[in-house]
């Protein structure tokens, strides 16, 4: 069964910084995108980031230059390192996938789709207050 699993959310202060891993289960993270979204509360969901199975990237206008994303294909697990972090990056995380083989990340309209998404993660909670 394929399982994506996030892990690494935590209470930040404003400023700091955090890493979230997803890891693959009986799936092969290296073949496809895998895209981050997040979501706060009273939120619709919103994609962060994303890494194609190519290594190309993308980035929400309001991440960029705070957020990079990564892959370990021995360790079959994608990191997001985020630093800086704002109020406004406090949300559940989630890791998910088109499972479409040698993929880049879909952007439509500079936005992340999300109606192609195929499995998601449960989800790491990232808290930012003082």
């Known amino acids: 069964q394929v399982q994506l699993v996030e892990s690494g959310g935590a209470l930040v202060q404003p400023g700091g910084s955090l890493t979230l891993s997803c890891a693959g289960s009986?799936?092969?993270?290296?073949?496809?995108?895998i895209a981050w979204f997040r979501q706060a509360p009273g939120k619709e969901r919103e994609g962060a980031s994303c890494?194609?199975?190519?290594?190309?990237?993308y980035f929400r206008d309001s991440v960029k230059g705070r957020f990079t994303i990564s892959r370990d294909n021995a360790k079959n697990t994608v990191y997001l390192q985020m630093k800086d972090l704002k109020h406004e990056d406090a949300a559940v995380y989630y890791c998910?996938?088109?499972?479409?083989?040698?993929?880049?990340?879909?952007?439509?309209?500079?936005?992340?789709?999300?109606?192609?998404?195929?499995?998601w993660g449960q989800g790491t909670q990232v808290a930012v207050s003082s």
């Open positions: 890494i194609g199975s190519d290594g190309t990237t």
């Open positions: 998910a996938t088109e499972a479409m083989p040698r993929a880049r990340c879909t952007v439509v309209q500079g936005s992340l789709y999300r109606k192609t998404i195929r499995y």
């Open positions: 009986e799936f092969t993270l290296g073949y496809y995108a």
